[in-house]
């Protein structure tokens, strides 16, 4: 801790000031370290923003060219999209035919026989004599199959309502039911549809007390919708009827999947025929190829930019002396050039980017038709300013994806064990993960403790440097004041001794 100090008083000096002047010298090489921790930290940023860059490229690539999907993108033309609707799955081959919907498919149902005695579903079922027990529920499934684990609920009438009941019963059993105010009766619907030929596609059990059973005495609902559609408050599920290609079919949905595609049915079609055929969503799979190439050359532009940014070392970072002088703007303008260049030719980018090139023009091997990007209309820009940008030929692109979308999916992601036998998506993918790990050795991840990574432990160097000096510093701080305290005294003795001699001469 440091006293007060009350200098000048003997010679007249502002001690304080001159102490101050004489520290900004020794303070020279200390604001050359904290310049050089500063301009450090920059570069350890501007490292973590390339990874972000490379990471965001990487994932791009993952959801878009390297996706099969992205290529089974399909335009399907239909007779009568009122009655059918069709869209590809996971075909890979274009597809075509005729459907004729001779039935379609719907849910079994059931109700209550006569009014139910609970005349207000907000009220505790205890109200109305119900007694606590366990209720059970199996439904049709979305296969076309009962459930094997039948929902189960057990009911407490001093804390349920029917609606409470019911709330449950929809969010998780395999049906959904509804209570009419008005009539005072129960519906349930089996929430897939279909027919179950060997058993009712919805089974109602309750273990209430004799007179008191929740489904069959309470809600006046039978015990399964075949025995409903006797007593006509039930049907029976319905399976879809189709004419596939001239063969027949039932399921039990009104959408299904036939090799990879998908049909919807809306309405019968009997006796009309409706016929279908696809062809390559050219628009929809040429967008996804275009902005993977709009993407790597925003990629190797910002890389390009960064290791070619001009380094300004007249323009140093600020001291908060020098700041303090300047204004906003001004130390924004400074800071500007002060930050630019932190990695002018830097190996790794640099590398990296030569490696990108490499790996995105060479020819991949064992692909069953295309085998370069030349081939899809895809080469680099004629400028070299560019740095290896790609450039689209639209007409050839298009032609290549009309002929074979598949072709342009495995020129990208097809797999294999060396470097010419990988797709091109692949080969960028593994240049890029080298690179960022290249990186995080050098500038960690934000995460990352300083004694990890090599900038990390310069930083750290540069910490420990900055505390030693400022230890020094007080010190020297310390040793110039006791300097001039001296003299001060001095002075004071030498005042002392004038006056008392100047007393002895007056006598």
């Given at each position: 801790m440091v006293g007060i100090r009350v200098g000048g008083l003997a010679s007249g000096m502002d001690i304080d000031q001159m102490v101050s002047d004489l520290m900004k010298a020794q303070r020279i090489p200390l604001d050359k370290i904290n310049q050089k921790k500063q301009f450090t930290e920059w570069q350890r940023d501007d490292y973590r923003s390339m990874?972000?860059?490379?990471?965001?490229?990487?994932?791009?690539?993952?959801?878009?060219?390297m996706k099969q999907g992205s290529y089974l993108k399909k335009t399907v033309s239909i007779l009568n999209p009122d009655a059918v609707s069709i869209k590809n799955i996971n075909s890979t081959i274009d597809f075509s035919g005729t459907i004729k919907v001779n039935e379609l498919a719907s849910a079994a149902t059931m109700?209550?026989?006569?009014?139910?005695?609970?005349?207000d579903s907000t009220k505790k079922l205890s109200d109305f004599g119900v007694a606590a027990q366990q209720i059970t529920i199996q439904a049709i499934t979305k296969e076309g199959g009962l459930q094997t684990e039948p929902y189960t609920l057990t009911i407490d009438?001093?804390?349920?309502?029917?609606?409470s009941v019911i709330a449950k019963i929809n969010k998780d059993s395999g049906v959904t039911a509804f209570f009419d105010t008005t009539s005072k009766k129960l519906s349930i619907s089996a929430k897939n549809s279909g027919d179950i030929a060997s058993s009712a596609e919805i089974i109602l059990t309750d273990n209430g007390p004799g007179g008191g059973k929740?489904?069959?005495?309470?809600?006046?609902l039978n015990t399964n919708?075949?025995?409903a559609k006797i007593n006509g408050v039930g049907k029976e599920g319905v399976n879809a009827s189709v004419t596939y290609n001239g063969f027949d079919l039932t399921r039990s949905s009104n959408t299904f999947q036939i090799n990879g595609v998908e049909f919807t049915l809306k309405k019968k079609t009997d006796p009309e025929i409706v016929s279908f055929s696809s062809s390559p969503d050219v628009d929809a799979i040429m967008d996804t190829v275009v902005k993977f190439v709009d993407k790597y050359n925003e990629a190797i532009d910002k890389i390009n930019k960064k290791i070619k940014e001009d380094r300004y070392r007249d323009f140093q970072p600020l001291t908060s002396e020098q700041k303090k002088e300047l204004s906003d703007k001004e130390v924004?303008?400074?800071?500007?050039?002060?930050?630019?260049g932190t990695l002018k030719n830097d190996s790794i980018l640099s590398g990296s980017l030569n490696k990108m090139r490499l790996d995105l023009y060479g020819s991949v091997s064992g692909t069953s038709s295309f085998k370069q990007l030349t081939e899809i209309g895809?080469?680099?820009?004629?400028?070299?300013?560019?740095?290896?940008?790609?450039?689209?030929d639209e007409n050839k692109l298009r032609a290549a994806i009309t002929n074979n979308p598949n072709g342009i999916y495995e020129l990208f992601q097809k797999s294999g064990t060396t470097t010419e036998e990988k797709g091109l998506a692949q080969r960028l993918r593994e240049a890029i993960k080298s690179t960022m790990k290249d990186i995080e050795t050098k500038a960690g991840k934000s995460t990352s403790v300083n004694n990890t990574f090599t900038l990390g432990r310069i930083l750290d160097n540069y910490t420990n440097q900055i505390t030693r000096f400022n230890d020094r510093m007080m010190q020297v701080e310390d040793r110039y004041y006791r300097q001039f305290t001296a003299m001060e005294k001095a002075i004071q003795r030498a005042n002392s001794q004038s006056n008392y001699l100047m007393q002895q001469f007056s006598n």
């Open positions: 990874n972000s860059l490379l990471f965001d490229f990487d994932k791009f690539m993952f959801d878009g060219v109700s209550s026989k006569i009014p139910t005695s609970i005349t009438p001093t804390v349920d309502t029917l609606d929740f489904f069959n005495d309470v809600l006046q919708n075949d025995l924004e303008q400074w800071e500007e050039k002060a930050k630019s895809i080469s680099t820009t004629s400028n070299y300013l560019d740095g290896g940008k790609l450039n689209i």
